[in-house]
């Protein structure tokens, strides 16, 4: 599904990230840990054809990333939601309307769609909000549309960069629950996290794996979290 394979990405004039081969499989799970600074962000944009490789292959549903064309990158994106650290969203719009917007984008009948919007609305326990403007939303009602929308053209993966960094601890809870949900209704995910707690809470409710970027290269975490 997404592929990389000798990976390297420098920025600066220095390299941060050396080395990286990934596999990550249709319906797997994937932590992914290491300190502020140390390239997680910059992979998951790897993984999703935000950022091109200084060295080694990435491939999107089989696709080198660097024989696409922007509108092949566009499409493989489509089947790839992304929850971004800090989550922006049109302010003047209601939750419901920003939750939409890659539906609208993307040209589908939003009329037609009305139904599974109501829904997935629902499903993240933003009902009630559905009407309210982003800047009303407390932290962890703005990760969860965050997540709402990410998902609402219905993606084969979805990567999720600190989801949990704002909120406290009840509600991180809640969005890992959200995330093992879709994670059992076959979507892969991979969630970029500092947090060893959440990870550690996630342990009995799904079958993970924990990887670790650690001196530019990725290692698979050892039992120790």
Known sequence: MIELENVAYSYGGGELLSDISLKLQAGS???????SGSGKTTL??????ALMPTAGEVRLFDTDVRTMERDDIA????????????????????????ISLPLMVSGRDLLGESANLKELIGWV???ARAD?????????ERQRAALARAIIMSPDAVLADEPTGNVDWEMSQRLLRLL?????????IMVATHD????RAAKSHVQARV??????RLQLAGADL
């Not at 060893?196 to 990870?199: D, G, R, V």
């Open 75 to 98: 499409d493989a994106r489509r089947r790839i939601g992304v929850v971004h650290q800090d989550c922006q969203f049109l302010d003047h719009l209601t939750v419901a309307d920003n």
């Open 44 to 49: 998951l944009k790897l993984c999703y054809g």
């Open 125 to 127: 326990g933003l009902k």
């Open 29 to 35: 799970f994937h932590f992914l840990t290491g300190p």
């Open 132 to 140: 309210a403007l982003p800047p009303e939303l407390s932290g962890g």
């Open 180 to 188: 093992i949900e879709l994670n059992r209704m076959g979507k892969t």
């Open 211 to 216: 990887l670790r970027i650690s001196n530019r």
């Open 196 to 199: 060893l707690a959440l990870i």
